[in-house]
T-cell receptor, first 115, second 114 residues
Framework: DVKVTQSSRYLVKRTGEKVFLECVQD?????MFWYRQDPGLGLRLIYF???????EKGDIPEGYSVSREKKERFSLILESASTNQTSMYLC??????????????FGNGTRLTVT | AQSVAQPEDQVNVAEGNPLTVKCTYS??????LFWYVQYPNRGLQFLLK??????LVKGSYGFEAEFNKSQTSFHLKKPSALVSDSALYFC????????????FGRGTSLIVHP
């Protein structure tokens, strides 16, 4: 089974702090994603990566950056946390070899609260 | 552009009754369609997908989904609901030969009453 592990289940940070959310997958997947989930808004794509050191902006990249130095690890960075970034953050991965029919495998999420 | 609509924010069903969670989609071409389930305080789990072939797709936990091309729908079904099926359900679509990034619906909360 694919395992996608997010390093923290719950985080509480202060406004202005730099925040790192870490995600590791163990199935050699090429594609990795960061989403945020908010009530009534569903899933919104922040960034994705299709290869090491490659990254593409999703629908809501403002205020975020990412890093993918190794294939298995995809980090989301909040450069200066703000209260409107309080949310559930979900990491996911997928194979690229099967094309667009490959399902996403999600981690259990990190619930971030910025005070 | 592709889109997914889940017209019901919430579906209520009694345990033992059949359940349906609705999904309609819009794509320019042939779709790949997916259902995911999210239990409280967890990430999404893949349930099933439609690629091609038989319009009735069977997945995990006794769920199935019916692809209807003329109605552009992909409704999730289960013959007999369990209280443990209560969760948030997401429909998603990608396009044959297109981007591997799915478009998700906003989710439907399924509540199964004892």
């Amino acid at each position: 089974d694919v395992k996608v592990t997010q390093s923290s289940r719950y985080l509480v940070k202060r406004t202005g702090e730099k925040v790192f959310l870490e995600c590791v997958q163990d199935m050699d997947h090429e594609n990795m994603f960061w989403y945020r989930q908010d009530p009534g808004l569903g899933l919104r794509l922040i960034y994705f990566s299709y290869d090491v050191k490659m990254k593409e902006k999703g629908d809501i990249p403002e205020g975020y950056s990412v890093s993918r130095e190794k294939k298995e690890r995809f980090s989301l960075i909040l450069e200066s946390a703000s209260t409107n970034q309080t949310s559930m953050y979900l990491c996911a991965s997928s194979l690229s070899g099967q094309g667009s029919d490959s399902p996403l495998h999600f981690g259990n999420g990190t619930r971030l609260t910025v005070t | 552009a592709q889109s997914v609509a889940q017209p019901e924010d919430q579906v209520n069903v009694a345990e033992g009754n059949p359940l349906t969670v609705k999904c309609t989609y819009s794509v320019s071409g042939n779709p790949y369609l997916f259902w995911y389930v999210q239990y409280p305080n967890r990430g999404l789990q893949f349930l099933l997908k439609y690629i091609t072939g038989d319009n009735l797709v069977k997945g995990s936990y006794g769920f199935e989904a019916e692809f209807n091309k003329s109605q552009t729908s992909f409704h999730l079904k289960k013959p007999s609901a369990l209280v443990s099926d209560s969760a948030l359900y997401f429909c998603a679509v990608t396009l044959w030969g297109g981007s591997y990034i799915p478009t998700f619906g906003r989710g439907t909360s399924l509540i199964v009453h004892p």
